[in-house]
């Protein structure tokens, strides 16, 4: 009887841990799922952060030239002015 009583509760805690497996495998494949999203959307993140930096580093080189034009043709003008009130 008490051999018989043993086998069933080895076989309950048998189930039992199966069921945990079972369970925490799940747990873990979600958390994979989470994991690969996050990874994607960070990668996508990060594409986008690079591309709009560098559209923003032509952006200043191009009014860096706009500004040293601007300061020739001032210069240029100054000089004309100089020529003229001599």
Same mark, same amino acid.
Not at 49 to 60: N, T
């Given at each position: 009887?008490?051999?018989?009583?043993?086998?069933?509760?080895?076989?309950? /805690?048998?189930?039992?841990?199966?069921?945990?497996?079972? @369970?925490?495998?799940?747990?873990?494949?979600?958390?994979?799922?989470?994991?690969?999203?996050?990874? /994607?959307?960070?990668? @996508?993140?990060?594409?986008?952060?690079?591309?709009?930096?560098? /559209?923003?580093?032509?952006?200043?080189?191009?009014?860096?030239?706009? +500004?040293?034009? +601007?300061?020739?043709?001032?210069? @240029?003008?100054?000089?004309?002015?100089?020529? /003229?009130?001599?």
């Amino acid at each position: 009887m008490e051999c018989g009583r043993l086998l069933w509760t080895n076989k309950d /805690a048998e189930k039992e841990k199966q069921l945990d497996v079972q @369970r925490l495998q799940g747990t873990i494949a979600d958390l994979e799922n989470k994991l690969d999203k996050q990874t /994607a959307e960070h990668a @996508r993140s990060t594409v986008t952060r690079d591309l709009e930096l560098e /559209a923003l580093k032509q952006q200043e080189e191009k009014m860096r030239l706009e +500004i040293v034009q +601007i300061k020739e043709t001032t210069d @240029r003008y100054k000089k004309e002015l100089t020529v /003229a009130m001599e």
